[in-house]
């Protein structure tokens, strides 16, 4: 079993940083990525990162997030820079362990935090 707690949300001004973590237990974790859901809006990747440490950004925050882990903290980061209101939205961390996952999409994840929300004022 995994379990996943985020933290690090808040408010923030256009421009602004933050920095999200995500503390997980359980087994080794086969890909880890990070997900945000709009109000409204459908759950989309923000970034992927794979076993052999290769991240996949959204075109949308390229160059602006990035995406880092700690493992002997068992704890993975996402640090945000330049925050736009676009960016407004709840936060989700999550794990797969299944090898034969594409590690793709939400629907190659199976475990999920309880997200932590993201808020850009123009």
């Known amino acids: 079993q995994v379990q996943l707690v985020e933290s690090g949300g808040g408010s923030v001004q256009s421009g602004g940083s933050l920095r999200l973590s995500c503390v997980a237990s359980?087994?080794?974790?086969?890909?880890v990525g990070w997900f945000r859901q709009a109000p409204g809006g459908a759950r989309e990747g923000v970034v992927l990162?794979?076993?052999?440490?290769?991240?996949i950004y959204a075109d949308s925050v390229k160059g602006r997030f990035t995406i880092s882990q700690d493992n002997t903290k068992n704890t993975l980061y996402l640090q945000m820079n330049s925050l736009k209101p676009e960016d407004t939205a709840m936060y989700y961390c999550?794990?797969?362990?299944?090898?034969?996952?594409?590690?793709?999409?939400?629907?190659?994840?199976?475990?999920w935090g309880q997200g932590t929300q993201v808020t850009v004022s123009s």
């Open positions: 359980g087994a080794t974790d086969v890909c």
């Open positions: 999550a794990a797969e362990r299944n090898p034969a996952s594409r590690c793709a999409d939400v629907l190659d994840f199976a475990y």
């Open positions: 990162l794979n076993t052999y440490g290769y991240a």
